[in-house]
């Protein structure tokens, strides 16, 4: 009924890279990534009664990022590779996650669930050597996820139906801006913190057995989306409001029907039809 354990990981990773490196802002790079992380978590799962089974679980994690990274430009005035400052950045942050879920059995084939869960997205650091150090950083971002569904398990066929309601804090972005006051080509694109936003919507998807060699399958996807506006400094003392629309990446549909053909011989086939918005 109860389970509890300890995570760690310790993550190094080195790069050497040559080319067009940075948008074609350096032509050789070396980096040195460390990520290290450790966490907590407990969970416990209970039959409150013959038709109610409730689950609790919770994950406190800490991690840790470090980076060290140097980069050469080649400078066609002197024709010969030139330093670029170096990038060293280290990052700390704690994170806490969990969930709650309720589930009821109305028989044997059927039971419906509601959960409440808390989730989150590590930050990291912006390893272009021309942002200036306010931008490099970016803290994690937390959702708050609110969800009911239904299963159904009959003889041929299964059926999962969902509708959830989620809840994004300090949402992560990739923006743009201008980092040096006359200078459009300091014009870099990078990962920053934008404000709150939230999505919403239904899943349903299924199995159905047509015989022993002939199973049918599909999934519908529907999908709203939205970022709170937030402002950023694009220039120097220049300010850009963005936001105010749909998330980016987040099709309002997805759909997918497939028919699958298993033999006994070992033959077997599947015709699949997919979209997405």
Not at 172 to 177: C, K
Request: proline share 2%; net charge negative; with cysteine.
């Amino acid at each position: 009924d109860v389970i509890m354990g300890y995570y760690t990981k310790n993550l190094e990773e080195k790069d050497n890279a040559s080319g067009w490196l940075y948008g074609g802002d350096a032509s050789l790079a070396q980096s040195k990534f460390n990520f290290d992380v450790s966490a907590v978590f407990a969970q416990m799962e209970r039959n409150i009664s013959e038709k109610i089974n409730i689950l609790a679980n919770v994950r406190k994690e800490t991690n840790k990022l470090k980076y060290y990274g140097k980069a050469m430009a080649f400078d066609w005035g002197v024709e010969n590779y030139v330093n670029l400052e170096p990038v060293a950045f280290k990052i700390f942050h704690k994170l806490l996650g969990g969930k709650f879920a309720l589930q009821y059995f109305l028989n044997d084939d059927v039971n419906m669930y509601g959960s409440i869960s808390r989730g989150y997205k590590a930050g990291g650091v912006n390893q272009h050597p021309f942002l200036a150090a306010e931008n490099r950083p970016f803290d994690p971002e937390f959702m708050t996820n609110f969800e009911i569904g239904l299963r159904c398990y009959v003889e041929n066929s299964t059926m999962h139906f969902s509708a959830f309601s989620g809840k994004r804090e300090d949402q992560q972005v990739s923006i743009s801006s201008q980092q040096q006051e006359g200078d459009p080509n300091s014009f870099i694109f990078y990962n920053a913190n934008a404000t709150n936003g939230s999505l919403s919507g239904l899943e349903l998807d299924g199995t159905f057995r047509l015989n022993s060699k002939l199973t049918f399958s599909g999934s519908l996807g529907l999908l709203q989306s939205h970022v709170d506006a937030f402002t950023f400094e694009s220039d120097s003392g220049v300010t850009t409001i963005l936001g105010n629309r749909e998330t980016a990446y987040a099709p309002k549909y997805s759909f997918n029907l497939a028919l699958n053909y298993k033999g006994k011989d070992g033959f077997f086939f599947t015709l699949e039809l997919s979209g997405k918005d």
